[in-house]
């Protein structure tokens, strides 16, 4: 175990180097409190609205560039910037001397009471830096999109959406990398992190940041009890919301074999590895690019800020019934690897949740990576998402409903579904209903109906429980229209949000 030292990153053309602040410090507290930047705004502390976006930059494999990505700096833990950069709207420009992104926010009239605008300044400058280093322009969808953790009560979106189109037309000028990069790489040489400070309530507590997986698993395995946090993005909410303490807490996100996603080649054909630490919008990204017909699922998977900061390890490993990683992955057949010292253990997903937030880990054991086949030929699938809101909103049904044909005969079924019951769970008793028999309208109806032997959901804020049967059922009927031999329905054409998008787009 390493000593104590300084939580250490690159914050305004320098160095910072940070002790005695709570460990639980929320980024966004410190650049208020602490460092006097009050560009950065706290709207909702709980990663939604967007007004604390900053951008947070670190090295790529060799140590040759920094990828910049944005963030919700109310739920990042201050020690979850080290060896890192920070970036805020100080660091765009000033009034003398604005850059393309605040230039185009004034002249589009892009601010009104300007309290969402450096949130929404820091996503669009993360926006401006991607193109300009490939060289392309997005779409106005393509800007909505990225802006969807970003809300704005004042303008509406319109003239936003008309500075995020404008800010290509100036001079290029982008943030300068290089000094970014040489300060990451002296920070690169620090040992692993072990900071200790009193946390908010005044007892002592401790964060690790080890980097390599084997050093994990002997501290875990050493500290069974302390918490395993990942991108913050729900265990910052229990902080700023509950008050929670956490006591010591082991961080993920260093672990560099844990950071990998790799093509496995077996007999039953190609698996992607994506290791626990793996992002959400980088998990998603190479799922997505295996089945097309994820992507919008993808796109409603929370907001961009929360996919760039979040796991999918970590999205799997908190459990919630209403998540949407779950439903995805135990319909494309996923398998969990567990680990504890030097032993793994692999499960099917669907046999780690045992109960409401209950898992099968053992003490000592973490998730080390997911192992995702890619479906065989012959397979139908399709992702749903049924919630309030179209972007950024936690799903009140989420359904993933895959089957495999032959001769167009079901071989093999197999329907997940979130917010039907205590845990994401397999529609057994459905899926029986479709297989061995063909692929008609007649088995649709028939899977439709064995969903009320499959789940009795409960009545919440969400939704009702009567919604929540006959919504599923319609995905059901949904998922034939959209997969069967003959004039299916195009992907989309059947769901309301497609005009949503459509007046979004013209807008």
């Keep these: 175990m390493t000593s104590p030292r300084p939580i250490r990153f690159f914050h305004q ?5 940070v002790s005695g ?67 805020t709207v100080e660091d765009l420009g000033h009034s003398a001397d604005l850059n393309p ?73 982008t943030i300068a990398r290089q000094p970014i990069v040489e300060a990451l790489r002296v920070l690169a040489e620090d040992p692993p992190l072990h900071y200790e400070a009193p946390s908010r309530a005044g007892s002592p507590q401790r964060v690790f940041a080890p980097r390599s997986i084997d050093e994990f698993a002997v501290l875990r395995e050493a500290m069974p009890q302390a918490r395993l946090v990942a991108g913050a993005t729900d265990v910052g909410l229990w902080v700023n919301k509950q008050q929670r303490e956490l006591g010591d807490v082991i961080l993920t996100g260093c672990v560099d074999e844990m950071r990998r996603i790799d093509a496995v080649t077996a007999q039953d054909g190609t698996t992607l590895r994506v290791g626990a630490s793996v992002t959400l919008e980088d998990a998603w990204s190479a799922l997505t690019a295996r089945v097309p017909a994820l992507r919008e699922l993808w796109l409603r998977f929370a907001s961009p800020p929360v996919r760039h900061a979040g796991t999918l390890g970590g999205n799997i490993a908190n459990g919630s019934p209403i998540g949407d990683g779950a439903p995805a992955l135990i319909a494309l057949g996923a398998r969990i690897v567990l680990r504890r010292g030097a032993t793994q253990r692999t499960l099917p997903l669907e046999a780690f949740y045992l109960d409401y937030m209950k898992n099968a880990l ?10 995702v086949p890619t479906p065989p030929p012959g397979t139908r699938l399709r992702g749903y998402k049924l919630a309030k809101r179209y972007d950024s909103d936690i799903s009140a049904v989420c359904a993933v409903l895959s089957l495999r044909l032959e001769d167009g005969v079901v071989r093999d079924a197999r329907f997940a579904f979130g917010g039907m019951a205590a845990i994401v769970k397999r529609a057994a008793k459905a899926e029986a209903a479709v297989t061995g028999r063909a692929w008609d309208e007649a088995a649709s109806i028939a ?8 789940f009795k959901p409960m009545t919440d804020l969400r939704a009702s429980a009567s919604y929540r049967e006959r919504t599923a059922a319609n995905l059901v009927r949904r998922f034939w229209l959209e997969t069967r031999a003959n004039a299916p329905v195009a992907a989309g054409s059947s769901s309301v949000w497609q005009a949503v998008n459509l007046q979004r787009s013209v807008a």
């Design 101 to 173: 992104v605040q230039q185009a926010l004034v002249d589009c009239h892009g601010s009104q009471c300007g309290f969402c605008t450096p949130g929404f300044a820091m996503t669009m400058q993360a926006i401006y830096e991607r193109h300009q280093a490939c060289g392309t322009r997005p779409e106005r969808q393509a800007l909505a999109d990225d802006l969807a953790g970003n809300l704005c009560r004042c303008t509406g979106y319109r003239p936003i959406l008309d500075a995020g189109e404008r800010m290509f037309d100036a001079p290029v000028r």
């Design 13 to 17: 053309g320098q160095l910072q180097s």
């Design 447 to 454: 899977a439709a109906a064995a969903l009320k032997d499959d």
């Design 21 to 87: 602040l709570p460990p639980t410090t929320t980024v966004l507290q410190y650049l208020r409190e602490h460092a006097h930047c009050a560009g950065t705004k706290e709207g909702c502390a709980e990663g939604d609205c967007g007004a604390c976006t900053v951008l947070v930059g670190e090295l790529d494999a060799d140590g040759k560039a920094v990828g910049l990505r944005n963030v919700n700096a109310c739920i990042q833990f201050l020690p979850m910037l080290d060896g890192k950069a920070l970036l």
């Design 362 to 371: 053992e003490p000592g054991e973490f998730v080390e990576a997911l192992e």
